[in-house]
């Protein structure tokens, strides 16, 4: 079994122009660097936008890396995580983090676990499920829930116990149970008893 290093390709950017060295010497140009949204233009120069982060890969259904989601490991940023910006590769709702790896498990589990982020993700993959996806926040847009639909499995939502997470479960529950398709999410009955929807997704 490989490490969850390996397992999910993570990376570290821990110098502010660690990567953008390796892509110079490797041929890439700035112009390049900046459209695909690893480096910037700052009054000092060139710089990386991941420094000082762990990098998680975010790939499309074949695996191919498109973007990045980090994670501020020192606590010198304000927000914890920041993600690739959209571009002509990346758009965040079309995409689910490791579906490509999942997609094969669900359908030999004959189910999906669908959680919120990347550390949901790993620490199922430390329980032994590697059938979990992440839609990297609570968000479900209509082109993932089309990506859930299509492996044909059960799908069993597990965002977090606030009440954001408890909120996401029951809306995107209902959204895909209005499609026809079977769909379970654990909830807290102190939740759903404030709600007065026990049986929603019974």
Do not use: W
């Not at 120069?45 to 191919?64: C, Q, S, T, V």
């Not at 009955?189 to 404030?194: E, H, K, Q, S, V």
Request: with cysteine; hydrophobic share 35%; net charge negative.
């Amino acid at each position: 079994e490989k490490s969850e290093i390996e397992y999910f390709n993570i990376g570290l950017d821990p110098d502010r122009n660690r990567i953008y060295e390796y892509l110079k010497n490797h041929g890439y140009t700035d112009e390049e660097m900046i459209r695909s949204g690893v480096c910037r233009m700052l009054e000092s120069g060139m710089a990386d936008i991941f420094y000082n982060r762990i990098l998680f890969p975010i790939h499309d259904r074949e695996g191919n890396p498109i973007a990045f989601t980090a994670r501020d490991y020192r606590g010198m940023s304000d927000s914890k995580y920041i993600n690739s910006s959209e571009n002509t590769i990346y758009t965040k709702g079309d995409h689910l983090y490791n579906y490509h790896r999942a997609k094969d498990a669900a359908r030999k589990a004959g189910y999906i676990l669908v959680c919120e982020g990347v550390m949901d993700v790993i620490a199922f993959y430390r329980a032994g499920k590697e059938n979990v996806v992440a839609t990297l926040g609570t968000a479900c847009s209509r082109k993932q829930q089309d990506l859930l639909k299509g492996l044909n499995v059960r799908i069993v939502l597990a965002y977090d116990g606030d009440n954001a997470g408890q909120a996401a479960n029951l809306k995107l529950g209902e959204q895909l149970l209005e499609q026809g398709i079977s769909v379970e999410a654990p909830m807290h009955r102190g939740y759903y008893d404030a709600l007065g929807r026990l049986d929603v997704l019974s």
